[in-house]
C-alpha cells in the first residue's frame, strides 16, 4: 500500500527524516508511534503532499506521488486539529466537502451513529470540541478510500463515542483497508494496532506487532515496552 524510500526532509538546520525507509501492507492499523519531534507529523504529511521531502522516494498503491495529485482521492485523512471555517453550519461543511470530493457518501449513517442530527443547522464556531471532533470523523470515513491516516482521532471524545470510532475502525479494516493511526493513548494502540511502528530522530527504530515489542524490550506491558523502547534509544 505505501512504500518509503530513503526520505529526508530538513526544516531549516533541522533534520526531521533522516533516510527513513517504510513498507506499509496492504490491509491492517499500524500505529505510528514515538515522542514529540520524532518526525511522526512530518512523515504522515509527507504521505499525503502537505510536506515535500529532499530526497527519497513515496509510493502509494505502487504510484510515485511526486507530482501526481490524484493519489490523494485514494485517502481519508483525520488531522489531529479540526480547523474548521466557524461561520460555516454542519450541514454547510459536509455539502463543502461533498462538492470537493465528487464521491458517494454515508455522511448520513454517521451523523446518526454520533447523534449529530441536531447539530446539522448550527455554526462550526459554537461547537464544543467534542462536536467538533465528531464532525471530524464524519467528514473522515463518509467516503470509500482503500487508505485513512487518523491523527490523534480520539481527542476530545466521550466514553460512548470512543467505543463508536473503535467499532468504525474495526469495520473498516474488516473490508481490507489499510488505517494510519497516531495517537498518544497507549490503551487505544493497544486494543487497536496490528502493527507498531515507532519512530526516533526521524529514524524507525522498531516495527513489529505488540508481543515481538515486549519480546525485544523483555516487558510484559505495553506502554513500559514502549517507554523502554525509548530509553534505549536516548
Known sequence: ????????????????????????????????????????????????????????????????????????????????????????????????????????????????????????????VTLSGGTKQKVNIVLTFMFDSPLLILDEPTTGLDPASLIRLKTLINEEKKKGKTILITSHIMQFVEEMADEIVYLLEGKIYFKGNIEQLKSKTQQTDFERAIAAISEENV
Open 1 to 124: 500500500m505505501i512504500d518509503i524510500q530513503n526520505l529526508h526532509k530538513k526544516f531549516g538546520n533541522n533534520q526531521v527524516l533522516a533516510g527513513l525507509d517504510l513498507d506499509i501492507s496492504e490491509g491492517g492499523i499500524f500505529a505510528i508511534l514515538g515522542p514529540n519531534g520524532s518526525g511522526k507529523t512530518t512523515l504522515i504529511k509527507s504521505i499525503l503532499g502537505m510536506v515535500v521531502p529532499n530526497k527519497g522516494n513515496i509510493l502509494v498503491q505502487g504510484q510515485n506521488v511526486k507530482n501526481h495529485w490524484e493519489y490523494r482521492q485514494q485517502i481519508n485523512y483525520l488531522p489531529q486539529i479540526a480547523n474548521f471555517p466557524g461561520n460555516l453550519s454542519v450541514k454547510e461543511l459536509i455539502r463543502m466537502i461533498k462538492d470537493l470530493r465528487q464521491k458517494p457518501s454515508e455522511e448520513n449513517t454517521l451523523l446518526d451513529l454520533f447523534g449529530l442530527r441536531t447539530f446539522l443547522d448550527k455554526k462550526l
